[in-house]
């Protein structure tokens, strides 16, 4: 499998990926950002077909689109009143905004089929190179503030008695989710880059104890994933997305009923 090209690439640019999303998906279920998450991967639809629109590669216009609607989106989120309905409201109108660029652009449906569902086979050279700058740089933003991170993450009334400054932590984190659904809609879509965001992250919550052993599990658990998904793409010639969904279902509901099973017993 290793001699094509193609896959040294795709094994290379989806383990930084998985490494990063394991990561932010920590604070993304601590800080109850999962829909928060999925609306930012229909904004990165609509940067996308924006891009293909302009001529560009889909990954800045995914860049663009969520850096701008992560920030936007967080502020609107935490002054509104009907929070999930202004989510709902903004990933309609990006929903249409990416079906409106991609058919106003003429492309074919293999674009829209790439951008949704992800085509990390098809990474090239330059590709891999720039997943791999963007996986470091979401890596550094979090680490930079990690300490007030993991205050204002698990316990935000303590961080504000504390005096942490929780508006700039909240927004470097905004920029850091942003980059990080657009890096990961490269395997999975922007469709399903939550599943990346959320489910490895989830289920590291019933394994660790501490935040660290649950970044820890959560980076295992989104690297069997992504390597088992395309391991098993390669071989079958089904698409990875498909099998990297079903084994962090899988992963997600065997250890939430090992936990269930276990507790009853206590």
Request: aromatic fraction near 14%.
């Amino acid at each position: 499998m290793f001699q094509f090209e193609f896959m040294r690439y795709a094994f290379l640019a989806s383990t930084f990926i998985a490494i990063t999303c394991g990561v932010v998906g920590i604070y993304v279920v601590s800080r109850n950002f999962s829909f928060l998450a999925h609306t930012l991967s229909e904004i990165g639809f609509a940067g996308a077909a924006f891009a293909v629109f302009m001529g560009i590669a889909p990954l800045w216009g995914m860049l663009l689109f969520t850096l701008l609607g992560s920030v936007s989106v967080g502020e609107l989120t935490t002054r509104s009143d009907q929070k999930e309905s202004s989510i709902s409201a903004i990933s309609a109108l990006f929903i249409g905004l990416g079906v409106l660029f991609l058919a106003i652009s003429g492309s074919n449906s293999r674009y829209a089929t790439n951008i949704l569902f992800g085509s990390i086979i098809g990474v090239d050279h330059t590709g891999v190179v720039q997943l791999v700058a963007l996986s470091i740089i979401v890596l550094l933003l979090i680490f930079l503030v990690q300490r007030p991170l993991n205050f204002d993450s698990f316990d935000h009334i303590g961080a504000q008695a504390h005096g942490v400054k929780s508006g700039v932590v909240g927004v470097i984190f905004l920029v850091a989710l942003a980059m990080s659904v657009s890096i990961g809609s490269q395997i999975v879509g922007s469709l399903l880059v939550f599943i990346l965001l959320t489910l490895p992250a989830s289920t590291a919550k019933y394994l660790g104890r501490t935040i660290g052993s649950m970044m820890i599990w959560s980076i295992v658990i989104a690297l069997i994933g992504v390597w088992a998904g395309l391991y098993l793409g390669f071989l079958t010639n089904w698409p990875v997305t498909f099998f990297i969904a079903i084994i962090e279902v899988a992963i997600y509901l065997g250890t939430y009923f090992f936990n269930l099973f276990r507790n009853s017993f206590n």
